[in-house]
């Protein structure tokens, strides 16, 4: 009859083994993400009119960025509203600035606009804006 050590030291060496050579074999780093992966930053335009966001677009592509997503408010009095009001976001010069110096440096650029409410009524929020006059809108 074998001893206890017989049968635990062929299965620790056997288990062991097997561990170096998993560990030796070069596995995927599931951390590094794919060739083409977008790396991005948001953006909010919140600035007045007039305010330069060069030096952001230099800062967002020195931390390896490929991608920014400009944020550009509007505002609307009501869910029925025909009307947004873009003061005081950017004006569209600004805009054309802002784009121009983010693709200077490299980004790719998505313009990104959201609508706010100012006087909601109750249930209302920006998923249930319903323009009365849509052509207006």
Do not use: C
């Not at 790396?39 to 966001?53: D, I, M, Q, T």
């Amino acid at each position: 009859m074998k001893s206890r050590l017989q049968i635990i030291v062929p299965i620790l060496l056997l288990t062991l083994g097997g561990a170096f050579v998993l560990a030796s074999q070069r596995t995927p780093d599931i951390l590094s993400p794919p060739a083409n992966f977008q790396r991005g930053v948001a953006l909010g335009l919140y600035g007045e009119p007039g305010f330069s966001y060069e030096r952001h677009m230099r800062e967002i592509r020195g931390l390896g960025a490929t991608h920014v997503n400009l944020l550009v408010r509007g505002w609307m009095d009501k869910v029925t509203s025909s009307r947004v009001d873009i003061t005081p976001t950017p004006t569209d010069q600004d805009l054309v600035i802002t784009i121009q110096a983010a693709h200077e440096v490299g980004l790719h650029v998505m313009l990104q606009p959201l609508v706010l409410l100012r006087n909601p009524e109750e249930n209302d929020w920006r998923g249930t804006i319903t323009p009365k006059k849509w052509n207006k809108w």
